[in-house]
């Protein structure tokens, strides 16, 4: 089944009276239970992208459908409901707060979506787990490495089993041993729990993992 589709999307940005085209027609499909990657060279327009599919913002022209809902709609509303309800996004600046310990940066974006209380605390304390984490519940992020941040932003992202992971370079600060234990997890969590994960990367050990690849250069598809 398609959970995410995107057809014919550009994206321009204004800088003075310049106008940039940022992406130039792209179209893709996920489905579920596959795990695909996105390469290009920076500059390529995989943030932009990926930020459009994960309806952070939105294109300046094309559709892009998440469960069969149109989403590229001036609409805040239905943006960020559709951001909780659907997708799961790990950022490449980890973006926790540092206010908060590990388990609870996990636990806030869940009562984000609604989820609180016990349950919500089980299911953080279970994605921590599931990253290898469950030594580092109470731990601030300021006492935590940056592999263990990048770890505890997958964990937010994996929480409340969204049906579609958007991932942006997940393994940039991991070494080698927790980069390859962390692909593992999300093609597990693919072929297992039948989600659709696209992995934005530079590292060519994810092609080890992943059912597709797709590359972009100059904001448009090669493949």
């Given amino acids: 089944m398609t959970v995410l589709k995107a057809r014919d999307i550009h994206k321009e940005f204004s800088e003075g009276a310049d106008v940039i085209a940022v ?4 179209s893709l499909e996920l489905v579920q239970g596959e795990i ?5 060279p920076s500059g390529s327009g995989k943030t932009t992208l990926l930020s459009i599919l994960g309806c952070i913002m939105t294109a ?4 892009v459908m998440v469960e069969d809902r149109e989403i590229n709609v001036d609409d805040p509303s239905l943006l960020a409901d559709t951001r909780k309800r659907s997708i799961g996004f790990v950022f490449q600046q980890y973006n926790l707060i540092p206010a908060l310990s590990a388990v609870e940066n996990v636990e806030y974006a ?3 979506k609604g989820i609180r209380g016990r349950e919500a605390r089980d299911e953080a304390e279970r ?3 599931e990253v290898g984490l469950a030594e580092k519940l109470d731990a601030p992020p300021r006492d935590l490495s940056g592999g263990q941040k990048q770890r505890v932003a997958i964990a937010r992202a994996l929480a409340g089993r969204s049906p579609i992971l958007l991932v ?6 991991l070494d080698s041993q927790t980069a390859d234990q962390i692909l593992e997890l999300f093609r597990r969590l693919a072929r297992t729990e039948n989600r ?3 992995v934005v990367t530079h590292d060519p ?10 590359t972009i250069r100059d904001g448009r598809l090669c493949n």
Avoid at 23 to 26: A, F, R
Avoid at 36 to 40: A, D, I, P, Y
Avoid at 205 to 214: E, T
């Fill in 23 to 26: 992406l130039k027609g792209v």
């Fill in 36 to 40: 695909v990657s996105l390469e290009g």
């Fill in 60 to 63: 300046s022209s094309g559709e």
């Fill in 110 to 112: 869940l009562n984000i």
């Fill in 127 to 129: 994605v921590m787990r």
């Fill in 168 to 173: 942006d370079e997940p393994t940039a600060n």
């Fill in 196 to 198: 659709a994960v696209l």
């Fill in 205 to 214: 050990k994810v092609r080890n993992v992943v059912d597709r690849v797709l």
